[in-house]
């Protein structure tokens, strides 16, 4: 019984091979390393070790050697080429247009009380006033700390001529607690009306006080307008910085799940309302089309 340890032609590892009394003879070993299928020859003089298939051989570095050891000597290996950086930028581009977009209507919706809207035409507001079993006639309207003109329509309606904007609004009506109401009237057509009952929309161009009986103030709850600038603008900067972070990444091609990830926010950012969607949408679909641009797999 004779051993006999040899190097793989292919990735220059140690393997060893053991002899049962053999002085000549032919074996078929595969490489522990590579797993490479090897012809070994042995005669009395020499051993001759090939590779069954015709192989080239390589020159590895001592990284190349190292990962070897766990990938098949015929996977094509990694290689950073122009086209796939040109790739990379053309999508990162993308998605940071898209992030950049939405940092702007994060902007717009965080001074959208602070603009100038005296050159609007004025709207028709209607404001109702009643309680939980009349309407009440014979209020008074304060906006903005100043009382205000206007015509009553019967049925608890108040007309209001407004330009757009953000108002606080108290109505005071006797026997009855004051109300207060804080609400935005974003620019519009100056008599929108529904056509079922000719009446305003809620919330747009028109608003209801229900008011209470006795003494003291209450608050009535603010419309979606308001509320909508006031958290809104923060998650939509959250969301911008996300696909930032996610055009880096698709730069740097370090990450796939990262990248995807990032432009998904970009399109939530909602940057100019539909064109940071569109080129969102667009960078996701080229995400996908060249996953393989991504370096190491155990990064995606």
Known sequence: MEKIEFECPICENKNSLILMGYDKAEFEKKCLSCKTDLEIIKTEDELKINPKKNIQKKEFSK???KGHGKVPVDYKLYSSDEPDNKTALIIAILILTSSLMGM????SLTNAFELDYSEYEKINLEIVVQNNTSDLDNVTIIFNNHEVNYTYEGNGSYNILVIPGKYDVKIIASEHKNATMTFFVPPQDSNLRLPETNEGIEGINKFTFIMEKGTGTIDLEENVYIKIFSWCP???YAFSLIGIWGAFVTYKR????????GA???VMAMGFLIIGPILGIIALY????????FTASFKN
Request: glycine share 4%; charged share 25%; net charge positive.
């Open 254 to 261: 370090q990450s796939y799940k990262n990248a995807q990830i």
């Open 63 to 65: 990284e190349e050697k």
């Open 286 to 293: 080229y995400l996908k089309k060249h996953k393989n641009i």
């Open 104 to 107: 702007s209507t994060g902007w």
């Open 234 to 236: 923060n998650l939509v």
């Open 264 to 266: 998904f926010f970009s």
